[in-house]
């Protein structure tokens, strides 16, 4: 089987930092694009940054200059490093990555989600 493992979220002030971390476990073959969403209370989940296996990253407009998303790929690991944070980022942080796993094929994997609030 093949899972995904997050974590880095916790409670921070606004101004803050924290630093998420996503790693894939299993009979991995091979993982293309990963990324990260989030979902606040009430609301959809929305894309927050994704990278492709050559590193190439694409930002929402809402963390543009504050987060930076990167990868290991030999450790088959994903970080989004979240800088200046505001009350307005608390939401649930979902990972995601597209892998292709021995007898399963290729599809895309979920994290758990990971819980990260910004106080005022």
């Known amino acids: 089987q093949v899972h995904v493992v997050e974590s880095g979220g916790g409670l921070v002030q606004a101004g803050g930092s924290l630093r998420l971390s996503c790693t894939a476990v299993?009979?991995?073959?091979?993982?293309?694009?990963m990324g990260w969403y989030r979902q606040a209370p009430g609301k959809q989940r929305e894309l927050v940054a994704t990278?492709?296996?050559?590193?190439?990253?694409n930002y929402a407009d809402s963390v543009k200059g504050r987060f930076t998303l990167s990868r290991d790929n030999a450790k088959n690991t994903v970080y989004l490093q979240m800088n200046s944070l505001e009350p307005e980022d608390t939401a649930v942080y979902y990972c995601?990555?597209?892998?292709?796993?021995?007898?399963?094929?290729?599809?895309?994997?979920w994290g758990q989600g990971t819980q990260v609030t910004v106080s005022s």
């Open positions: 995601a990555a597209h892998i292709r796993a021995v007898l399963l094929g290729s599809r895309d994997y």
């Open positions: 990278i492709t296996t050559g590193s190439t990253t």
């Open positions: 299993g009979s991995i073959l091979s993982i293309s694009n």
